[in-house]
T-cell receptor
Framework: GENVGLHLPTLSVQEGDNSIINCAYS??????FIWYKQESGKGPQFIIDIRSNMDKRQGQRVTVLLNKTVKHLSLQIAATQPGDSAVYFC?????????????FGQGTILTVHP | DVKVTQSSRYLVKRTGEKVFLECVQDMDHENMFWYRQDPGLGLRLIYFSYDVKMKEKGDIPEGYSVSREKKERFSLILESASTNQTSMYLCASSRSLVFKSNQPQHFGDGTRLSIL
């Protein structure tokens, strides 16, 4: 079946560095992608989203890149801070999927060292 | 900001009990979802609802049922709890695609349920 996966399950960076979290997806009909952050003991928190008609979208300190040719999604975090330490999930919505159902990746653990 | 509230953060129940998990959202969202989250398995969709009294099975509905009597409230029911239903349960809501295209789901902070 269709699935969303991650290249790296863990990522360790130094405070102030830039972080890049990657995600591969297999459903070429997916038309909407989301990145979530989940801190320990909390639910997933929406970070940024991107529609399939875009290649790049920027938020505050975060950028999402979408490469539809190779079905790859990435989240870039600039000047990573200890508070960014969390599990990051990508999610996709299949094109034509009703009611906004999402398929989630397994998650990447980001650890930021001071 | 969207607020999704789950009634309990931690819950301990016994095998065979009927368990109710409650979720309320305050943004008038049409869609509501119940997931369970387990290490190594990620988020798996149990049931979702796109309108009051409407429900659809997700990927792992066995052993669960749901109720949506009011738009803001979505309940997950474990008819006869078993130990393999020990998990983190997450509720989410989103705006209907009919009204606004491609909106993210917003999550509650989860209920950690232990079945003894």
């Amino acid at each position: 079946g269709e699935n969303v996966g991650l290249h790296l399950p863990t990522l360790s960076v130094q405070e102030g560095d830039n972080s890049i979290i990657n995600c591969a997806y297999s459903n070429s009909a997916s038309d909407y992608f989301i990145w979530y952050k989940q801190e320990s003991g909390k639910g997933p928190q929406f970070i940024i989203d991107i529609r399939s008609n875009m290649d790049k979208r920027q938020g505050q300190r975060v950028t999402v890149l979408l490469n539809k040719t190779v079905k790859h999604l990435s989240l870039q975090i600039a000047a990573t801070q200890p508070g960014d330490s969390a599990v990051y999930f990508c999610a996709e919505k299949g094109g034509g999927t009703s009611y906004g159902k999402l398929t989630f990746g397994q998650g990447t653990i980001l650890t930021v060292h001071p | 900001d969207v607020k999704v509230t789950q009634s309990s953060r931690y819950l301990v129940k016994r095998t065979g009990e009927k368990v109710f998990l409650e979720c309320v959202q305050d943004m008038d969202h049409e869609n509501m979802f119940w997931y369970r989250q387990d290490p190594g398995l990620g988020l798996r969709l149990i049931y979702f609802s796109y309108d009051v009294k409407m429900k659809e099975k997700g990927d792992i509905p066995e052993g669960y049922s749901v109720s949506r009597e009011k738009k803001e409230r979505f309940s997950l029911i474990l008819e006869s709890a078993s130990t393999n239903q020990t998990s983190m349960y997450l509720c989410a809501s989103s705006r209907s695609l009919v009204f606004k295209s491609n909106q993210p789901q917003h999550f509650g902070d989860g209920t950690r349920l232990s079945i003894l």
